[in-house]
């Protein structure tokens, strides 16, 4: 009996296995779900718990924000999760296209391996929405505090009370009430340099208004309130451009996944055909399938990544 002969007996066995032993370690270490009162809380005020705090934007914020999408709360265990999860992707790809598939077996090992691409692009996938709900917020915010500066004396307290007004829980109010307001009241004017240059990191558009409303808190008088205005009036004809922009690139994406799910298919006749099963059988073509799952996963995460960047 040849070794692919046995690894057909056992396969079924290791799949099956892989995949228990991945629930229960999900099961165990991963799902925490807050209960509702909790979640009550900490959607209202925005807050984390101290002890699994992380920095707005930062890479294990980042990875919260991806397992959230899947119900899991990984706080405090960002890494332990990320690998997990690469171990995961690699199993469950390896599995399609080996059991349902049905691709030869250096193929699928090889292929497998683009389970890692698809996780990291759902990384910055989970990202791109955070900057772009973080952009479609700021018009919104701006308006209400050009008009806010009118009447409050203090630009922090009118940024707070404009925050307020914000969609409870959305990413640019948590930003502004756990990151921006807490160290402009904690370390003064000085934070506003550090604050946005971190904000330009997030987003561009974040970075010019705290650059705004660092200058309208430093230099205040009725001049820069009207400079303020205008300047508001600008950065909000270019945002409105920019979530026109956003629209299309939704359509541009599923023009990606349209021509991926395509090739797919053509691949999946090609290796259930029976006429086609010596050629398949090659180590040439074997590789040559593997290179193009590959390349294809590839592709797919660097043409989302261009659209993002893009609009």
């Known amino acids: 009996m040849d070794i692919c002969a046995v690894f057909h007996l056992i396969f079924p066995f290791l799949g099956a296995g892989s995949l228990a032993f991945l629930g229960y370690w999900a099961g165990m270490n991963l799902i925490n779900l807050p209960g509702r009162s909790g979640a009550r809380v900490a959607s209202l005020t925005g807050m984390e718990d101290c002890a699994t705090a ?6 294990a914020h980042r990875l919260r924000l991806t397992f959230a999408r899947f119900g899991l709360n990984v706080a405090g265990r960002e890494m332990m999760a990320l690998q997990t999860a690469r171990i995961g992707m690699v199993v469950i790809t390896f599995i399609f296209l080996k059991g349902i598939a049905g691709l ?9 391996f683009a389970g890692l691409i698809l996780l990291n692009g759902m990384v910055s996938s989970s990202w791109a929405m955070v900057k772009q709900r973080i952009e479609r917020d700021i ?24 925050a307020f007004t914000l969609e409870t829980g959305s990413p640019l109010q948590n930003w502004l009430l756990n990151e921006f307001l807490p160290r402009c009241q904690r370390e003064g004017f ?39 205005e205008m300047a508001v009036n600008n950065l909000e004809g270019v945002l409105d451009a920019r979530v026109l ?4 690139g939704a359509s541009a994406k599923g023009s990606v996944r349209l021509i991926a799910g395509i090739t ?12 086609l099963a010596a050629a398949v059988s090659q180590p040439m073509v074997q590789i040559a399938y593997a290179g193009i799952i590959i390349l294809m996963i590839f592709g797919w995460n660097f043409m989302n990544n261009v659209i993002d960047e893009t609009f």
């Open 139 to 162: 018009p919104l915010f701006l308006t209400g505090l050009s008009s806010s500066i009118q009447i409050t004396p203090s630009v922090l307290q009118a940024v707070e009370d404009e």
């Open 245 to 248: 922009g956003q629209s299309t």
């Open 104 to 112: 030869p077996l250096f193929t699928s090992l090889s292929g497998a």
């Open 190 to 228: 000085d934070a506003v340099p550090l604050l946005t240059e971190e904000a330009f990191q997030l987003s561009s558009s974040l970075g010019i208004v705290v650059f705004l409303i660092g200058r309208l808190w430093h230099t205040g008088g009725k001049a820069w309130e009207k400079a303020f």
């Open 264 to 275: 797919a298919f053509v691949i999946f006749i090609i290796v259930r055909s029976q006429s």
């Open 54 to 59: 992380v920095a707005f934007g930062s890479e």
